[in-house]
T-cell receptor, first 111, second 112 residues
C-alpha cells in the first residue's frame, strides 16, 4: 500500500505565479521528508528537506510546509520559472530508514 | 560533489537473459539503494545495502538479486529478464541514515 501519495499527477502554472505541490503520507512515524526534482532521462536531484521538528523550511524560491497533524506536506515555488518544469517527488522516512516515494507530480510552467 | 555513476543509460535485452546493472559511487557512502521508476507508480525500492556484503529486500525484490562486494559498487541482477521488468532503474547512495539520497542518472532498460 502506498505510504506516500501525491494525488495530482500534473500541474500547470503560469510563469511568475506560485506553484503548490502537495503530498500526503499515512505513517505517523515518518520524521524526515524530502522533495526531489526529476528531468526526463536524468536521475532525481535533491531540492529541499524538512524534519518533523519544524513546520517550515525555506531555500530561495522553494519552501516546504509540514502539517504533522494532517500528515501533509507541500512544496511552494515562488515565482515559478519555465526551468522548474519537471516531475517532483516527495519522499518520507522513519528514523533514517529507507525513503518511501510518492508517485510524482509533473509540473509545467507556461512562459 | 558526490557522484553516483550507472554504467549504462540505455539497455535492450531479450526475455530470459541475465542482466547486470552496475552502480558506483565515489564518496565512501555506507548506504546504497536500487529503485525502479514506472509511470503512475513512482519510485519503488527493490533492494538496499547498509554495508559491504550486506543486503536487504525492499518492497519489490521478486525477480532481482544484488551484490555488494566492495563499498563503492552495488550491482542489481535480473536473473531471467522478463518484459514486466522494462523500466527506469535508479541507483542511489547516502553517507548514513541522517542524509538524503544522491541518485545516479538512471538506466532505461527495455526487455523484448
Amino acid at each position: 500500500d502506498q505510504q506516500v501519495k501525491q494525488n495530482s499527477p500534473s500541474l500547470s502554472v503560469q510563469e511568475g505565479r506560485i506553484s503548490i505541490l502537495n503530498c500526503d503520507y499515512t505513517n505517523s512515524m515518518f520524521d524526515y521528508f524530502l522533495w526531489y526534482k526529476k528531468y526526463p532521462a536524468e536521475g532525481p536531484t535533491f531540492l529541499i528537506s524538512i524534519s518533523s521538528i519544524k513546520d517550515k523550511n525555506e531555500d530561495g524560491r522553494f519552501t516546504v510546509f509540514l502539517n504533522k497533524s494532517a500528515k501533509h506536506l507541500s512544496l511552494h515555488i515562488v515565482p515559478s520559472q519555465p526551468g522548474d518544469s519537471a516531475v517532483y517527488f516527495c519522499a518520507a522516512s522513519e528514523a533514517g530508514n529507507q525513503f518511501y516515494f510518492g508517485t510524482g507530480t509533473s509540473l509545467t510552467v507556461i512562459p | 560533489d558526490v557522484k553516483v555513476t550507472q554504467s549504462s543509460r540505455y539497455l535492450v535485452k531479450r526475455t530470459g537473459e541475465k542482466v547486470f546493472l552496475e552502480c558506483v559511487q565515489d564518496m565512501d557512502h555506507e548506504n546504497m539503494f536500487w529503485y525502479r521508476q514506472d509511470p503512475g507508480l513512482g519510485l519503488r525500492l527493490i533492494y538496499f545495502s547498509y554495508d559491504v556484503k550486506m543486503k536487504e529486500k525492499g518492497d519489490i525484490p521478486e525477480g532481482y538479486s544484488v551484490s555488494r562486494e566492495k563499498k563503492e559498487r552495488f550491482s542489481l541482477i535480473l536473473e531471467s529478464a522478463s518484459t514486466n521488468q522494462t523500466s527506469m532503474y535508479l541507483c542511489a547512495s547516502r553517507r548514513d541514515r541522517l542524509q538524503g539520497y544522491t541518485f545516479g542518472s538512471g538506466t532505461r532498460l527495455t526487455v523484448v
